[in-house]
């Protein structure tokens, strides 16, 4: 019996192995054959949800190159019809085993940037030996803008200029959807009266929403945002947000405060129950339990104001939606879900950009045969630096909420209707100088007499009553495009 029960062992083993053999060689038959079909990095949770809606929302199949043999998401994928190559996607043979030459999209959705330029270099090294002229866009996704504008100023060369490198940064995208979700959630009238944020919590998350906030939360002519942070390590965090971005203090006010798990001493420091409706507080740690924990600790500790709580929570879909459809918590907003950040539309970024890009192009008309000062802005959007990226997506960003505070929702409000008072014009072109200030101050410039892109000087970096008539122009025609652009 124990001869007969080891040669069963032996032969189920050898029955696994050759399955197991004949499943890798059969996937990889299966994507030799596959034409314009989207190649996608690794099986995490990101991964996986990714894939998922590209099978929910596109009804397509594609292909998965994993690191890890025994993953525990690769059953899952396969089940929805995705093949799964396991390899390295540094290493040229397995981009080429899935297709590389033949596919029509590359997502690579890691969190090791220096992983991402490997790949990405490794891509170029395929295109230039057999000279591909495959039409790829590749979409990468890397946080420090700083490293994108260097990646490509890089000699990153394709084949016939046949792979379109697109860049995106989940935690900005995460930041812009808030702001989004916010000015919606807003009643008309109330985004002028909103005076403050707090932060409880400084990961990666809550940065991005931080420089979106200072960029956009400008709501009144004469009213500067106000921002407090709460955060372990809050010494640290504020001396190395000075020095990222030492002309920040002339935005707004931003103050941070050390964290120690109370609440109790942020709801008087902060004067949030006298504020109400107000302020808000956003829960953006890292960690999705901590945030939770936290919305329902700060709920119970403000049982009888009205201040909204957001709450980051990447990977609770069954709890939001339990909590959302509970009478008692409707002052605990959730952001973020994984099921949102990890979708094709939203990695493309080709609708949360759309305003954006009409913006740039109705600049390029403007500017079309003129020498201008800012002629290095007005290439075609794919090579525009972040910098010049940022400013058309900030101001696009804003749009709602200058509609907000005209009593025109854009969600409500016909398109026909977005006309302004030439009352409602001044007020929010002043406004709208703040905004461009605000911009330009996040990313280095100060006040000079005369302008110096190398220096990051511009004469216009002072307040509203001192500018140029000529410059105030400009900001009220950028009030007047708004109709065209909606």
């Known amino acids: 019996m124990a001869k007969i029960f ?67 998401n690769i059953s899952a994928v396969k089940k929805q019809g995705h093949k799964v190559i396991i390899g390295n996607a540094e290493d040229e043979n397995t981009l080429l085993e ?75 995208m995460v930041a812009r959807q808030f702001f989004t979700k916010l000015v919606n959630d807003l009643e008309a009238g109330q985004s002028q009266d909103l005076e403050k944020i707090v932060f409880i919590g400084f990961g990666d998350f809550a940065k991005a929403i931080l420089l979106q906030a200072l960029r956009i939360m400008h709501l009144h002519p004469n009213k500067e945002p106000k921002i407090a942070i709460y955060t372990e390590g809050a010494n640290k965090a504020q001396i190395q947000f ?15 405060h050390e964290f120690e798990g109370s609440f109790t001493p942020i709801l008087h420091e902060q004067n949030l129950g006298e504020l109400n409706k107000k302020a808000i507080v956003i829960n953006a740690f890292d960690d999705d339990e901590i945030n939770l924990n936290n919305a329902l600790e700060l709920l119970q500790k403000s049982r009888l104001s009205e201040f909204a709580i957001y709450t980051l929570n990447a990977e609770g879909k069954g709890l939001r939606a339990l909590m959302e459809g509970s009478k008692e918590n409707k002052r605990i907003h959730f952001f973020g879900g994984i099921e949102e950040t990890c979708s094709i539309e939203f ?30 802005y007005t290439s075609d959007w794919l090579t525009l630096s972040e910098d010049a990226k940022d400013a058309n997506r900030t101001q696009a960003d804003h749009i709602p909420f200058k509609l907000l505070l005209t009593g025109k929702p854009l969600e409500t409000t016909n398109p026909k209707d977005f ?18 200030m605000a911009h330009r101050y996040l990313h280095g410039w100060d006040f000079g007499t005369t302008r110096n892109d190398d220096l990051k000087l511009h004469p216009s970096l002072v307040p509203w009553e001192q500018i140029s008539e000529a410059e105030k122009q400009k900001d009220r025609d950028t009030i007047l495009r708004i109709h065209k652009l909606i």
């Open 98 to 172: 899935a297709g590389i030459k033949r596919a029509s999209d590359l997502i690579v959705f890691l969190e090791n940037e220096q992983t991402v330029i490997e790949i990405v270099e490794s891509v170029q090294q395929i295109y230039k030996k057999s000279n591909c002229d495959n039409a790829l866009r590749c979409y990468v996704h890397l946080r420090d803008p700083r490293l994108i504008d260097l990646v490509k100023n890089a000699d990153l060369q394709f084949a016939n200029n046949s792979v379109d490198l697109h860049f995106f940064n989940v935690h900005k």
């Open 347 to 376: 990695i493309t970024g080709e609708k949360q950009d759309k305003i954006a890009q009409a913006i740039h192009d109705d600049y390029q008309k403007l500017t079309s045969g003129e020498a201008t000062e800012s002629s290095r």
């Open 419 to 436: 006309q302004f008072t030439s009352e409602e014009i001044e007020y929010l072109a002043i406004i709208e100088h703040k905004r461009w």
């Open 242 to 256: 000075q020095e990222r971005y030492p002309m920040a203090h002339k935005i707004g006010e931003i103050s941070f």
């Open 6 to 72: 080891t040669i069963f062992i032996l032969l189920f083993g050898a029955f696994k192995i050759i399955q197991k053999i004949f499943s890798e060689q059969y996937t990889l038959l299966m994507a030799s054959f596959k034409q314009n079909h989207l190649i996608s990095i690794g099986v995490s949770k990101k991964g996986r949800q990714l894939l998922q809606s590209l099978k929910e929302d596109k009804n397509q199949q594609g292909i998965v190159i994993e690191k890890e043999t025994e993953h525990a």
